[in-house]
């Protein structure tokens, strides 16, 4: 046996959410992450940059046009400020002479600072930057006085107090992220479970229902499809409820027609070998006409059940309906004129394509039995074609003036083993089963038969 690998639909419905959730949220923490990054980046470039014109403005500001020199004091004090931001300022006169270093004033200082910048670049944003050197010129009334040198971190760089902000948006994003995720995680397994349950009722359901046919899946689903799905396993519980039934009466039918001629012909075999009776001709004959009833009973039901399973093929060929009414009619003529009672046929020709000895079948057995129950009167075959009455192709009727089938018996006349007088029947000794085997020719070629009954008589409608 291959055992092949399932997963529940819970579980599938479960992890279809999970994947799918995370999935959305990884790209989303990934694009906020992406733009944030951005546009922080673009800020702290701006910022850079307005620090950058803050150090030159402060710079012009010290320069003595008297002097042609700069009030290094002030400009140490800013330059010293400026280094714990991360700028190393280096002013230049006009000749090119330093007055004042960064460096040379705190190496040191210097040094730690840009080393600190890089590593953090480094470790935490994985930037791969270097040392960048600036160039302003110094005017002073439109005359370049000067030089700033202005050494940062490049591109850019984040100083303290900003790369602790980007890193408690990061963090934010990632805890949001997760938390999201596990809310999610447990409202989709709340939900798969919700989708799952009823499914998985109706599953269990229809493995009670395999055992027992009566037992139904309760359809009060609030789902379109699993109201649906319910309806029709409960409609295919029906339907075998029904086939069951059906199955157990045919057994319990064909026990009991089986039994009868058995049990008479057991009794009168018994009766010849203990010497009660003489194996003489009547007896045997009575035995033949058992044995033949039962070959009969046996051959109908064979052929009743290769006309259900749909085994047989029909052997369709181009006939005249009328003169195959006139055959049969034919057959019957004497045993109807025995009982006083006239055959009349109204047919003109009438050419059908249609197994033509199987609906002779039909024929024998609606006539056989119109002829069995009719005592006074006579019986009516009439063709009526399809320019007599639209929308059908062609009607015999067989129109009988026996003693008719009661109302409630009706509907059933075309089940197995039906008899509407299961007394009358046996005295006319039919089994109930030649209307069932018509039905079922008439609808293996796609036609319809109907009964209509009276006190007056019965009448059978072939639409073919
Ligand atoms: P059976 O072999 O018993 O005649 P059928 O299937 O041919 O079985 O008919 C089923 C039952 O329908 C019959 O037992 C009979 O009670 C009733 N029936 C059929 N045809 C007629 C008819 N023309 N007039 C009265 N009853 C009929």
Redesign the pocket.
Known sequence: MTHKFTISLKNRLTLTYVLFISLAMLVLCIVINLFTNIIFAALVKNNIAAKSREIIRIVEEQYNPLTGGFNTETIETMGMYFVSEGFIVTVEDRQGNRVWNARSCDFHHCTSVINEITARMESRFLATGSMRLDTYPVIFKNSNVGTVFVETYGPFFYSKTEARFLSAINSLLLIAGIALTVICVIISTALSRTIAKPIIAAGEAAKKIAGNYLIRIPDHYKTRELAELSRSINALAGELEEAERRKKQLTSDIAHELRTPLTCLQGNIEAMIDGVYAPDRERLESCHEEIKRLANLVQDLDILTNLEWEIITLNKTEFDLAKLLQVTAEQWRMTAAGKGIAIQLNAKETIITADYDRLKQVFI??L???V???DKGGITVTIETADEKPGRQCLVS?A?T????PDG?LPH??ERF????KS??RS???????????AAIVHAHGGNIE?K?GKS??V?TVAL
């Open positions: 057995n609606i056989s039995n119109a069995k129950y009719t067989i009988d026996g003693i008719g089938i018996d006349i075309f039906y008899r509407s007088d009358r029947s006319t000794g039919g089994a109930g089963i030649g209307l069932t085997i018509a009964v009954s008589g019965t059978f």
